[in-house]
């Protein structure tokens, strides 16, 4: 038998030991590691909740809130720019529009949400003709469209794909908040996954005090609540479990 095979059978020995050396530390429960093997190979195979048992948290992250932030926020930012159109407030002032300057434009504009429509919202003109300062060039600045306009009333909403980017932003950055609290307690084989609008921690493994601990470091307040950077401005999302 030649050279070779033996060096490629030493290979795949050496291979095999060192495998096993990798893996012993997470198989431990079952076949005890000295303690330079657990030192020297710090890394574990996170075994799941079918092997080894442990703990769900099911989260639904409230993304309907972030859209009624957004729309409220856009309706502010339109009826302030309605404020200039009437040369009411001064673009160039500082700290943007004052009470009265804001007082003054409500008399020639009424704003107004939409109670079965969470991406909508309504501009009723007293001068039906002061509808026209309302036009596509103002809308288009912001990620709105006409849904309807009968005489001195503009209805606007916000685009549907816009919408749904912002529901992917809300749940991703809930996401991203769990896993940072998480994180801050160690617990290494926990995951966080997401479905749909859903958040599902699982925690392999945990003991009862540590599912307690990540249960109050995930609700330090009633309402969960996530900060999330928009392109232009800050909208805030609930969680609720």
Do not use: K
Not at 55 to 65: F, H, I, K, P, T
Not at 163 to 180: F, G, K, N, P
Not at 201 to 221: C, H, K, N
Request: hydrophobic share 40%; proline share 3%.
């Amino acid at each position: 038998m030649d050279r070779g095979w033996y060096l490629r059978f030493l290979i795949v020995i050496g291979c095999v030991i060192g495998a096993w050396l990798v893996l012993w530390p997470s198989v431990s429960p079952w076949v005890a590691a000295p303690d330079t093997i657990l030192t020297t190979f710090t890394r574990r195979i996170a075994l799941g909740l079918d092997i080894q048992g442990g703990m769900r948290l099911a989260y639904e992250v409230e993304v309907d809130e972030a859209v009624i932030d957004r729309r409220d926020l856009r309706a502010q930012q339109v009826f302030e720019d309605l404020c200039e159109r009437f040369e009411i407030c001064d673009p160039e002032a500082e700290g943007g529009p004052t009470d009265e300057n804001l007082a003054e434009t409500r008399e020639r504009v009424r704003v107004e949400t939409l109670r079965d429509n969470p991406q909508g919202f309504r501009f009723t003109f007293t001068d039906p003709a002061d509808a026209s300062h309302l036009d596509h060039d103002l809308v288009s600045g912001y990620d709105l469209r006409e849904s309807s306009r009968v005489e001195g009333t503009v209805t606007l909403e916000i685009r549907d794909e816009a919408v749904e980017r912002l529901r992917e932003t809300a749940v991703e950055q809930a996401r991203e908040t769990i896993e940072e609290r998480i994180d801050e307690l160690g617990l290494r084989e926990a995951s966080v996954m997401v479905r749909e609008t859903n958040i599902i921690i699982e925690l392999p493994g945990a003991s009862d005090e540590q599912f307690d601990d990540v249960r109050e470091i995930i609700g330090r307040t009633a309402r969960l609540e996530f900060l999330v950077v928009d392109d232009e401005s800050d909208f805030v999302h609930g969680l609720t479990d």
